[in-house]
């Protein structure tokens, strides 16, 4: 069965600098996707940023990137340019492809805290 | 224009009492969960259906049935609440098919408290 492994419970980071949040995975597929949730105070689970395994290249989206390394089983979050928003729960969280119930594996999460 | 939304938000109800959360969403998605979330934030999956059709059903005491009237509609009813089933529930949805793109779209979620 895969697992989802966020090993920071907690990460703090001065506003405008970068953070990086860690998530390893195991699965014996090739073919799946990986996505990083954000939860903020507000309760509202919110999509970050998605990759798909057969993709080399690493997904960004604005101030928000991935370092996928597939033979290594990660999957970190880099946040650049940090600001006071950003501060919630990350979840990390892996999708088989063959999976037709399209159940996502969740990691426990890493609570990110920003300092002004 | 609220895509995924779930009443009440809030919910604060005696040990042993029946209640229900509503879901609905309007984005044309076929597949609906029920998630529970910990006060340690843990998510764990409880629920899937897809198109009505229970699909995932995780080891959850029998005291939970879900019931999807339609595809756009996923209720949640607990018969005899217990302390430990206060937590937060989420309703999600997603679109069929297995693309990354079929991402899914959660609800504000409902605070449960069991005194």
């Known amino acids: 069965a895969q697992t989802v492994t966020q090993s920071q419970p907690e990460m703090s980071v001065q506003e405008a600098e970068t953070v990086t949040l860690s998530c390893t995975y195991d699965?014996?597929?090739?073919?799946?996707?990986l996505f990083w949730y954000k939860q903020p105070p507000s309760r509202q689970m919110i999509l970050v940023i998605r990759?798909?395994?057969?993709k080399q290249q690493n997904a960004t989206e604005n101030r928000f990137s991935v370092n996928f390394q597939k033979a290594a089983k990660s999957f970190s979050l880099k946040i650049s340019d940090s600001q006071l928003g950003d501060a919630a729960m990350y979840f990390c969280a892996y999708r088989s492809a063959e999976d037709s119930n399209y159940q996502l594996i969740w990691g426990a999460g890493t609570k990110l805290i920003i300092k002004p | 224009d609220t895509a995924v939304s779930q009443t009440p938000k809030y919910l604060v109800t005696q040990m042993g009492n029946d209640k229900s959360i509503k879901c609905e969403q309007n984005l044309g998605h076929d597949t609906m969960y029920w998630y529970k979330q910990d006060s340690k934030k843990f998510l764990k999956i409880m629920f899937s259906?897809?198109?009505?059709?229970?699909?995932i059903n995780e080891t959850v005491p029998n005291r939970f049935s879900p019931k999807s009237p339609d595809k756009a509609h996923l209720n949640l009813h607990i018969n005899s609440l217990e302390l430990g089933d206060s937590a937060v529930y989420f309703c999600?949805?997603?679109?069929?098919?297995?693309?990354?793109?079929?991402?899914?779209?959660f609800g504000p979620g409902t605070r449960l408290t069991v005194l």
């Open positions: 699965t014996s597929e090739s073919d799946y996707y």
């Open positions: 999600a949805s997603s679109p069929a098919g297995g693309g990354s793109y079929n991402e899914q779209f």
């Open positions: 259906y897809n198109n009505k059709e229970l699909i």
């Open positions: 990759q798909e395994a057969y």
